[in-house]
């Protein structure tokens, strides 16, 4: 194979990877992680579809016991707190620290609020003598959001080190967002997942 | 060729750098290469010689190495685990993935140089948990099927933690190949002048992307299984035990390709540099490890034929099995198609390669008359499934995986083995191999089950045999290994050329062991990889 | 290269996105309204279409999936496929079964 030299434009910036390569390089590794995330649930889909269509009654009457109400707030706050992150990702591009970090910072407040709400609603289920082996359906329901609940937090974490990252003023002018975008992505698919979750456990007709 | 590349003088190698911390934090692709490699062959060892354990407890019907049954039952879920998790899963993919899978496309590194190390670690970290785990014996066979692992006294939550860690590694290790391919190649690296080893790692890497996670919901609802009673595989409960095997085997079942499509890369490579002719069929071997990637994710209930599965659903899996033997197929007549008229250099490289595929070619046939219903049914776990198994297993992966060891050796340390206890090493295997394996498909035919440590008298010549087998093929391993070890303690052994086998493809145009870097400045590619023959004039001229 | 020379960046702003939330909590309204409703087997179809076109509201706009290349499209799609693969034929297993008499 005869090749020629080319003048890498990249040579000059150490490991030697343009930066548009680097942020569209990290933005498709999310996707693709956020794929293994999608069939990492995807287990719990499919056990769900199979044993609710083997136990229809068992699925109505069980979900009867979870609180509609706490639920439907807890979308809310999730799809809000996606909006807000959102934002920060536009404020970001636009370099704008002080909003980026009040929108992060509000992704993160309603991060908490849900995790909150959450536990008001396992303490509940507990005081009632309901636990992850009473059957089949709660079984599923703490798998499920117990796995959300574990993203969320993991998410926190995310958006912590994004504040803190862009106090450091690590997203100023002349500065790489990725990590915002990324991070960004990461925080949609935990509120994308509980956009399925919560029809599935909360609102069976 | 190469104006791009630096001559042996005035470069840094990357083996040059010394020192514990040199090795363990080290971000370069090379280097994680070769902790890959020496972690799986250490494994490799290890179960190797459980396996050696166990064939020589069944040289006789009764029990006489083992003390107990139960023994032998943890001997051969060491033996299953240590190499289907630590090394045949991870092997070819993260040890000759990380090395050359940037050298091949003309990258410095691969996309996620830290993500890459953190992989490392987290399959040590997966490693170590397992291990501590199987301390206290365990006796569920790497299957973990449900019930028993439910019911068992054996560590399964911490075994299958390990298994869940060591899953997360690949997953990044996928992710990090797919990126590099799609965004580092080189200027006039079009995806038809790709080398296939990159087509066959890039299929390998959506199936560790996209099967893995389904194992790991897997696990860890067995987990939840053992530790909150949840039922979901109980029947008294409502549940189901066939859903794990579902579960397990939709990753399972990718897994295997896992364990085999990297060979297939690297036989692809091996092959026409040796053969001196351009690859035939580049084209359809490329696009065939596509279709396999996507065609494993519709068989896996061929595992469970006899489990209790609905007979619809069985017949449906038999006819779906079939067509994954196609693209296998492909590849191999264009292989040999490859060879014809070529002007064959018999290099140890060259002999693994030529064994891959005699040998896979039965491991291969034979899995097609599993594939049929009515036979599996009478053939399902007898020693016709380890022969089977282990014809894919060693007949295709080690072999590949040595084949690829004696080729890429120079690139890998810059040092030169001997190359006739190299083919006298491949010939202990290639008989050993055939000797411990070949009796067992007739065994199991005439019914011997597999996984057990006793057995009716009758079976006894053809256990003799293969347990006679067994220490050919072992004492063939252990001469190579001696061999491939030897250059790496001595001063001497340097290679005479960067490229000693005028192969076209980019890993070999940089000196060996390459630079840090791998290249002075990235190269632009302007032909495809396989233009031997035709074009060997003047690829010899470049020279 | 200039740091802002990069054709991936979209500026998508509040209007949007304040568009996408209100819409989003809209739907959150309807699914659960109509649960009040009984439309038998097609319940779970029902609540199954909303959140899908939830979900792809999310992906377009909040996740820039709009904006993004075919390779990534790819990506996002194939193990939503692998997970109806896994679903589909799980189910076409069991409910196939037919119970030993003995």
């Known amino acids: 194979m005869s090749t020629t030299a080319q003048h890498a434009e990249s040579h000059a910036h150490g490991h030697g990877l343009g930066e548009t390569v680097t942020h569209n390089a990290a933005k498709f590794g999310m996707w693709l992680f956020l794929g293994t995330e999608i069939l990492l649930f995807g287990g719990l889909f499919a056990a769900y579809a199979l044993f609710r269509a083997k136990y229809p009654d068992l699925f109505y009457e069980s979900h009867k016991k979870l609180d509609i109400s706490l639920g439907t707030i807890n979308t809310i706050v999730l799809i809000f707190s996606s909006f807000t992150m959102a934002m920060a990702v536009s404020a970001a591009q636009k370099r704008n620290r002080k909003w980026l970090m009040i929108l992060l910072g509000v992704t993160f407040i309603c991060a908490a609020a849900f995790g909150v709400n959450k536990y008001f609603e396992y303490s509940a289920k507990f005081h009632h003598d309901i636990f992850p082996d009473t059957n089949i359906f709660f079984a599923l329901y703490f798998m499920m959001t117990g796995l959300h609940m574990l993203h969320v937090f993991l998410g926190m974490g995310i958006i912590l080190a994004l504040i803190i990252m862009a106090k450091q003023g690590r997203f100023k002018e002349g500065n790489r967002y990725t990590p915002v975008e990324v991070g960004g992505l990461y925080w949609h698919l935990v509120d994308l997942i509980w956009i399925y979750l919560f029809p599935l456990l909360y609102l069976i007709g | 060729m190469a104006n791009g590349v630096m001559t042996q003088t005035q470069y840094i190698p990357y083996l040059a750098q010394k020192g514990l911390k040199s090795w363990i934090l080290t971000t370069d692709h090379k280097r994680i290469g070769i902790l890959y490699l020496v972690t799986i062959s250490f494994f490799f060892m290890i179960g190797g010689l459980t396996a050696l354990g166990m064939r020589y407890e069944l040289m006789t019907p009764e029990l006489d190495f083992f003390r107990s049954t139960t023994e032998y039952n943890v001997a051969f879920t060491l033996h299953g685990s240590l190499m289907v998790f630590f090394f045949i899963v991870p092997g070819i993919a993260a040890s000759f993935g990380n090395f050359l899978l940037p050298l091949m496309i003309g990258a410095r590194d691969v996309a996620f140089p830290r993500i890459n190390l953190l992989s490392f670690w987290i399959y040590l970290a997966g490693t170590a948990i397992l291990l501590f785990a199987l301390m206290q014996p365990a006796d569920t066979g790497w299957t973990f099927y449900t019930p028993y692992s439910i019911q068992t006294g054996a560590k399964v939550i911490m075994i299958t933690l390990g298994v869940f860690v060591l899953g997360f590694s690949s997953i990044l290790t996928g992710m990090n190949f797919i990126v590099t391919i799609h965004k580092l190649r080189a200027p006039g690296m079009t995806w038809s002048r790709l080398p296939l080893f990159i087509w066959a790692s890039y299929a390998t890497a959506i199936l560790q992307l996209l099967a893995t996670p389904v194992v790991g919901i897997t696990l860890l609802l067995l987990i939840a299984e053992r530790a909150f009673d949840i039922g979901f595989f109980d029947p008294a409960k409502g549940g189901d035990p066939i859903l794990f095997q579902n579960f397990f085997w939709f990753y399972s079942h990718p897994a295997v390709y896992i364990m085999i499509i990297p060979a297939f890369g690297i036989i692809s490579e091996i092959i026409p540099v040796f053969a001196r002719k351009p690859i035939f069929g580049y084209k359809a071997i490329a696009y065939s490890s596509f279709a396999i990637a996507i065609i494993s994710f519709f068989v896996w209930m061929h595992h469970m034929f006899v489990s209790g599965i609905s007979e619809t659903a069985a017949a449906i899996f038999s006819f779906l099995t079939m067509l994954v033997a196609i693209p296998t197929a492909i590849k191999v007549f264009n292989w040999i198609a490859t060879l014809y008229k070529g002007s064959i250099e018999f290099h140890s490289s060259m002999l693994y390669a030529l064994s891959f595929i005699v040998l896979f070619t039965i491991g291969g046939l034979t899995g097609v008359y599993l594939g049929a219903l009515a036979i599996d049914v009478h053939l399902h776990d007898t020693y016709f499934i380890v022969a089977h198994m282990h014809y894919v297993m060693i007949g295709g992966t080690v072999m590949g995986f040595f084949g690829g060891l004696h080729f890429w050796y120079q690139k890998w340390f810059g040092k030169v083995f001997n190359e006739l206890t190299a083919k006298a090493a491949w010939f202990l295997v290639f008989v050993g191999f055939n000797v411990t394996f070949f009796p067992q498909f007739f065994m199991g035919f005439q019914g011997m089950p597999r996984r057990y440590a006793t057995y009716p008298a009758e079976y006894i010549s053809y256990h003799a045999i293969s347990t006679y087998g067994s220490w050919i093929l072992g004492l063939g391993i252990l001469i190579m290994t001696v061999n491939l070890l030897l250059p790496l303690m001595k001063k001497s052994n340097y290679p005479k050329s960067s490229n000693p086998y005028g192969s076209l493809s980019l890993e070999w145009q940089v000196p060996s062991p390459p630079p840090h870097e791998n290249f002075d400045k990235i190269p632009t590619v302007t032909d495809w990889t396989y233009s031997y023959g035709k074009n060997r004039s003047e690829a010899n001229a470049k020279k | ?102």
Request: proline share 2%; hydrophobic share 55%; glycine share 4%.
């Open chain 3, 1 to 102: 290269m200039s740091t802002h020379d990069h054709s991936e960046e979209h500026h998508t702003g509040l209007r949007v996105y304040g568009a996408v939330c209100l819409t989003l909590f809209v739907l959150t309204a309807v699914t659960v309204y109509i649960t009040k409703f009984d439309f038998g087997d097609m319940n779970i179809v029902v609540a199954m279409i909303i959140a899908s076109i939830k979900a792809g509201i999310v992906a377009l706009y909040f996740m820039h999936l709009k904006f993004e290349d075919k390779l990534t499209w790819i990506y996002a799609l194939y193990p939503l496929f692998l997970l109806f693969l896994l679903i589909g034929f799980t189910i076409i297993e069991t409910f196939t079964r037919v119970p030993v008499i003995r």
